[in-house]
């Protein structure tokens, strides 16, 4: 049986919330010890005597069990001998239950748009977070749909168009979503506006009029 075996039965006995695993391999001829350590470099492994230390984690600091896979299918490759044991493990804490109660953005994203007309070509999206600590890092996770700060503390909004005109394409937008959803940001996915079958003229997509200015998109109401 080799380290990728037993890793996937390590991990099969794990408890159903982990969230990180310290593992320890230990080599048994001591002559392989650098090469080992060596191969098992991306995982920035601790050393002590002829044991490794590795951290893999479902999210957050340390490999994903994928990549840990792949490293220590180098020493199988090399038939390096070791044992591979499980030093300690940690629990999902408040933030990772807390994503798990929630839906995926990008899927909440892509069932918004699938519940809209054939026809539409633009719409006004809004994504309301369950945390403003995320707000920071999503505007920047976001940044190529263009985020605006409206809506509240928590929530950004932004414009996107099926075909051509203002916005970003549907497909991006669902892209950085899920660059969202990779670290943990949660949150609610609303289409606030959409209009179908606009062919604009002489500009790039919808204008409206409020107020006497020109706008993009209607200036929020108060409160929003």
Not at 32 to 60: C, D, F, H, S
Not at 114 to 132: H, N
Request: glycine residues 10%; neutral net charge; aromatic residues 8%.
């Amino acid at each position: 049986m080799g380290l990728v075996d037993d890793f996937n039965r390590i991990e099969r006995a794990l408890p159903d919330d982990w969230a990180e695993a310290r593992l320890q391999l230990t080599v048994a001829d001591e002559g392989r010890y650098e090469r080992a350590a060596a191969l098992l470099g991306p995982a920035n492994p601790g050393r002590r005597g002829k044991t490794i230390r590795l951290t893999v984690a479902r999210r957050g600091a340390g490999l994903p069990p994928d990549a840990i896979r792949r490293l220590l299918r180098r020493l199988d490759a090399e038939r390096i001998d070791c044992r591979l044991e499980v030093a300690g493990t940690d629990t999902a804490g408040p933030a990772a239950e807390m994503q798990r109660r929630h839906r995926p953005l990008r899927a909440q994203w892509e069932e918004a748009v699938a519940g809209l007309p054939a026809d539409w070509s633009d719409l006004y999206a809004e994504v309301r977070f369950t945390s403003t600590d995320y707000v920071e890092r999503a505007a920047l996770l976001l940044a190529p749909v263009n985020p605006a700060r409206y809506g509240g503390p928590n929530a950004l909004r932004f414009r996107c168009a099926r075909t051509f005109g203002y916005g970003v394409s549907p497909e991006m937008a669902g892209r950085c979503l899920e660059r969202c959803d990779e670290e943990g940001i949660t949150g609610e996915v609303e289409i606030l506006r959409a209009l179908s079958d606009t062919y604009p003229v002489a500009t790039q997509g919808p204008v409206w009029y409020v107020g006497g200015h020109a706008v993009w998109w209607p200036i929020p109401s108060s409160g929003s």
